[in-house]
């Protein structure tokens, strides 16, 4: 089952923009993923945040966790054309063990040259 | 992380064949891997969890006579899919969890589609 809810469902921006991404999640966790698709590929893992961290940078990402408000964002700044995928937030099935993770619906980003 | 290949990248069948798909991980030991399916536009599901000598374990709803699920080494688990019909085209994608981590390497998937 479906267990993070994204919005947009689709953000369209032009090159330079930030990107801006949400995601809901039900239960307790203890991380948080987010992870990228380009268009007919698998999955890339970009960025973990744990329970207890409420801010994490990775080049040009940064991704927020609020845990009282079970909900994350993405940010991408100064976007350009090659960021133009899909983006999926994920959380441990089980809440809080290795494994099985659920994917929220995801984001589709298009960056415009 | 761990590289994840499957093949093959893409395959058409007719109704009523199966078709089986590998999932390889190159330069891991993984003991436990994982199966989803991607209708377009859609987010992955999870079809079952693939452990190295041991049987899978399959998400609710996922009927696995139809989906047999081989995982006989490290590097190697096989997803076939039996006696195909229209409604199984879809993405299939395999992951690797990773050792003592909470991320997932994905292989670049498998299309396909059944006519």
């Known amino acids: 089952s479906q267990q993070g809810e994204e919005d947009p469902q689709a953000l369209s921006i032009q090159e330079g923009e930030n990107a801006t991404m949400n995601c809901s999640y039900k239960t307790s966790i203890n991380n948080l993923q987010w992870y990228r698709q380009n268009s007919g590929r698998g999955l890339v893992h970009l960025i973990l945040?744990?329970?207890?961290?409420r801010e994490k940078h990775s080049g040009r990402l940064r991704v927020t966790l609020d845990t009282s408000k079970k909900s994350s964002s993405l940010l991408i700044t100064a976007s350009r054309a090659a960021d133009t995928a899909s983006y999926f937030c994920a959380t441990p099935a089980g809440g809080t063990s290795y494994g099985k993770l659920t994917f929220g619906q995801g984001t589709i980003l298009t960056v415009h040259p | 992380g761990a590289v994840v290949s499957q093949h093959p990248s893409w395959v058409i069948c007719k109704s009523g064949t199966s078709v089986k798909i590998e999932c390889r991980s190159l330069d891991f030991q993984a003991t436990t891997m994982f199966w989803y399916r991607q209708f377009p536009k859609q987010s992955l599901m999870l079809m079952a969890t693939?452990?190295?000598?041991?049987?899978?374990?399959?998400e609710q709803g996922v009927e696995k006579d139809k989906f047999l699920i081989n995982h006989a080494s490290l590097t190697l688990s096989t997803l076939t899919v039996t006696s195909a019909h229209p409604e199984d085209s879809s993405f299939y994608i395999c992951?690797?969890?990773?050792?003592?981590?909470?991320?997932?390497?994905f292989g670049p998937g498998t299309r396909l589609t059944v006519t």
């Open positions: 992951s690797v969890q990773g050792k003592f981590t909470y991320e997932q390497y």
């Open positions: 693939s452990n190295e000598g041991s049987k899978a374990t399959y």
């Open positions: 945040i744990r329970s207890n961290e």
